[in-house]
């Protein structure tokens, strides 16, 4: 996996026509193999869908053996800590560093969401409540 790499939740509904090759990586995510953020942005936009950046970034450690095994602890402990209301994220960033007999790697992603509708509350169900009036 490289930087900026897109992971969807199981439930991430994407436009009809947008069918990208994913790969499992876990119960709850896939990895979007060979298209990078910016690239699948524009695709999602092209299908008149909204591709949104939000603010909130899961950083998580994870340690192994190998830089592999390390990377891929902490990236799925981050994908764990994005909130259950987003349904993708962005490759942020990786760092690791060795340690006599294992490495540690600290993995960072950025929470996406991907949706039909522009607003996120109407995406989530969280309709505005009626003002009660007397």
Not at 21 to 36: A, G, L, M, N
Request: with cysteine; aromatic share 8%.
């Amino acid at each position: 996996m490289k930087l900026h790499s897109v992971f969807l939740r199981g439930e991430c509904i994407l436009p009809d026509r947008l069918d990208p090759c994913r790969q499992p990586i876990s119960e709850e995510w896939s990895f979007v193999e060979e298209i990078p953020a910016l690239v699948f942005d524009t695709m999602i936009r092209q299908a008149g869908w909204h591709f949104m950046w939000l603010h909130e970034a899961c950083s998580r450690r994870g340690f192994g053996l190998t830089e592999e095994a390390a990377i891929r602890r902490a990236l799925s402990r981050a994908l764990k800590g994005v909130s259950k209301r987003f349904n993708a994220a962005e490759l942020d960033s990786v760092q690791v560093k060795q340690y006599p007999g294992f490495l540690i790697a600290n993995v960072t992603v950025q929470t996406i969401q991907i949706q039909r509708h522009a607003s996120l509350k109407i995406a989530a169900g969280l309709h505005p409540q009626p003002v009660p009036t007397r």
